[in-house]
C-alpha cells in the first residue's frame, strides 16, 4: 500500500516522502498514529501543491539572498575600534559586531552565524570576509578597521 508520511520516522522514510508500506503496518501502526494518509489522488495533488509552493518560496528567499549579497559587495563598512600605536586592537572584532553594524548603518540584516570568521579580527586595516547568504549563495563583504 503506498502512503504518504506526515513525520519523519526513523528506518522508514521522512515527512512528506511517498512509500511503499505493508498493509498491516500501515492499518495498524501508521494510520492510528496519524503518521501517514493513504497516498490517493486527492492526498497526491495536495502534497503535489505543498511541494510546488515549497519550491517556489526556496526560489523566492534564493532570489532575495542573492539581492543582498550584491548589496554587500558594494559596501565597503568601516569599523572603528581602539587601537594601540602598533596597530593592535584592544579586544577585537567579532561576527555580532560586524552583523550590528550592517543592520544600524545599512539596514542590512545578516545572522552573525552566517558571518565566517575563523577568529575575532585583531588587527587595522581593509579585509574582505564571506557571509553565507542561502545555500549556494556567498556575499563578500569588505571591511575597513579604523582606530577611533
Do not use: C, H
Not at 25 to 48: C, G, Q, T, W
Not at 93 to 121: C, G, H, M, P, R
Not at 127 to 145: F, P, Q, S
Request: zero cysteines; aromatic letters at 4%; a positive charge.
Amino acid at each position: 500500500m503506498k502512503v504518504i508520511l506526515k513525520a519523519d520516522i526513523k528506518g522508514v522514510g521522512k515527512k512528506d516522502q511517498v512509500i511503499n508500506a505493508s498493509d498491516g503496518y500501515a492499518r495498524n501502526f501508521l494510520f492510528p498514529k496519524n503518521l501517514a494518509v493513504e497516498a490517493n489522488n486527492e492526498n497526491m495533488s495536495k502534497l503535489k501543491a505543498k511541494q510546488d509552493s515549497n519550491a517556489f518560496r526556496k526560489s523566492q528567499e534564493k532570489e532575495e539572498a542573492k539581492k543582498t549579497a550584491e548589496k554587500l559587495s558594494k559596501i565597503m563598512l568601516k569599523v572603528p575600534v581602539k587601537a594601540g600605536e602598533n596597530g593592535k586592537i584592544f579586544g577585537g572584532v567579532s561576527a555580532k559586531e560586524i552583523s550590528e553594524l550592517l543592520k544600524k548603518n545599512y539596514q542590512i540584516e545578516v545572522d552573525k552565524k552566517k558571518i565566517e570568521l575563523k577568529e575575532t579580527i585583531k588587527t587595522l586595516g581593509v579585509r574582505t570576509i564571506a557571509i553565507k547568504l542561502y545555500e549556494g549563495v556567498v556575499g563578500n563583504l569588505k571591511i575597513d578597521v579604523i582606530s577611533q
